[in-house]
């Protein structure tokens, strides 16, 4: 099953990138491609994960409600360059860029971005530590920022 998967949708995605590691199925959004082609023509990215099946979003310890179930979202971990923070932390200005993005979460070696229904939402979360959610980016950058500095 994994060669029929091994096909361009676009410039810079394909389909084997998104697809679940344990059963290899793939349900993704036609507009959440479009978008993570965007971004890949400004920021190099990996998607740490795409769509999962229940079994493996279990396994990853994901929301039983997951929107990578749903095929409408991605983690997305920014290629290193230099410092990793601050690469984590262009990734997320420039998703907070994109309107179609209504969820955006800020991790410290990722950024998890979603298509949900309604009002956006941003968030951070460190190992260990339950999630924060604020309502606006710049809140989120003040406190990942300080979070890493100290």
């Given at each position: 099953m994994r060669?029929?998967?091994?096909?361009?949708l676009t410039q810079y995605v394909n389909l084997q990138q998104l697809e679940c590691p344990c059963c290899h199925q793939v349900k993704i959004s036609v507009k959440l491609v479009n978008i993570l082609d965007k971004i890949?023509?400004?920021?190099?990215?990996?998607?740490?994960?795409g769509y999962?099946?229940?079994n493996h979003n279990k396994e990853v310890g994901g929301a039983i409600n997951s929107f990578h179930i749903q095929g409408l979202a991605l983690d997305l971990h920014p290629i290193m360059i230099t410092n990793s923070n601050a690469t984590v932390?262009?990734?997320?200005?420039?998703?907070?860029?994109?309107?179609?993005?209504?969820?955006?979460?800020?991790?410290?070696?990722?950024?998890h971005i979603d298509l949900r229904q309604g009002k956006r939402a941003y968030w951070v979360k460190f190992q260990g530590e339950n999630y924060r959610y604020f309502s606006n980016s710049d809140l989120v950058l003040k406190y990942?920022?300080?979070k890493i500095s100290s």
């Open positions: 060669e029929i998967n091994n096909f361009q890949r023509e400004l920021i190099p990215v990996i998607v740490t994960s999962r099946c229940s932390i262009n990734l997320f200005n420039f998703a907070c860029g994109m309107p179609d993005l209504r969820g955006i979460g800020l991790y410290i070696h990722h950024v990942f920022k300080s």
